[in-house]
């Protein structure tokens, strides 16, 4: 006939994994909001190398308001005989690179919002990136070595009411992978891959974290998922795991969180 309410919400939809961890008080006052730039590139792409220059240069400037992902896809990144036989492409970063019309390599698109952008404007445009801060994400990893797998819980802490249905998407990026590149004069067969696109841990855009994707201020909204590294050659250290609260229509991104594996 009635529901009690609970004090500090917190809401997990039954189809995920329990949260088995306590995570600490939130502070809001120190919350601050982050940007999400999606790289598009490849490892035969000769224009790629002065990309992630530039989004090194950005990382720098911005220090971790800024989480870049190196999505590898499309026909700069098809594995050739010889030395460009590794495969970077992912299932999630094909769809990405489609649902998002990338005409070509190096490209970026910031918070999901807005067309592709060349290597040209990406500074510009990251000056005008949207700082609007709707919610906290807080992250812990749970790497087990002797299964190889990696449970991943989060807890979406809602700062201001949204009136659309959110979705939270987790990605699996790598760093220090080294597979040679091309350039417009030569090939370097030690170069570093960092921000490695290297799975979509619950799909390519995520999960409604609540009932219906439905959330409100003050609200607090828990989600697990785990993923398995057999078979796999990512290497726990150099990931981290990307958690992006994204609205469910648009896909526009309304914060994003980086955490190391391990």
């Known amino acids: 006939m009635a529901c009690d309410k609970?004090?500090?919400?917190?809401l997990t939809p039954s189809h995920h994994e329990d949260v088995d961890v306590i995570f600490p008080d939130l502070n809001p006052s120190t919350v601050y909001r982050k940007v999400l730039f999606d790289e598009y590139t490849g490892h035969t792409c000769i224009g790629c190398p002065e990309g992630h220059t530039i989004l090194d240069q950005l990382l720098t400037q911005y220090g971790d308001t800024l989480v870049a992902v190196g999505?590898?896809?499309n026909w700069f990144a098809e594995p050739e005989a010889g030395l460009f036989s590794y495969d970077f492409r992912t299932p999630t970063g094909e769809q990405l690179y489609l649902d998002y019309n990338i005409n070509n390599n190096p490209k970026a698109i910031i918070n999901r919002s807005g067309a592709a952008l060349d290597k040209s404007l990406w500074s510009s445009e990251m000056h005008h990136a949207d700082r609007t801060l709707h919610a906290a994400i807080q992250m812990i990893n749970q790497y087990n070595e002797a299964n190889q797998s990696l449970k991943i819980n989060t807890k979406t802490t809602m700062l201001e009411d949204y009136d659309q249905a959110v979705q939270l998407s987790l990605l699996l990026v790598e760093d220090h992978i080294v597979k040679p590149q091309k350039f417009s004069d030569h090939i370097d067969t030690f170069y570093v891959h960092n921000h490695v696109l290297r799975a979509g841990i619950n799909g390519n855009y995520g999960e409604r974290i609540s009932t219906g994707g439905l959330v409100s201020k003050d609200s607090s909204y828990l989600y697990g998922y785990s993923?398995?590294?057999?078979?796999?050659?990512w290497v726990p250290e150099n990931c981290s795991v990307i958690?992006?609260?994204?609205?469910?229509s648009s896909?526009?991104?309304?914060?994003?969180?980086?955490?190391?594996?391990?």
């Open 6 to 10: 609970i004090e500090s919400p917190y």
């Open 71 to 73: 999505i590898h896809a």
């Open 227 to 233: 993923i398995d590294f057999n078979g796999t050659d």
């Open 243 to 248: 958690a992006i609260l994204l609205d469910e």
């Open 251 to 262: 896909k526009e991104v309304l914060q994003v969180e980086k955490t190391k594996v391990k």
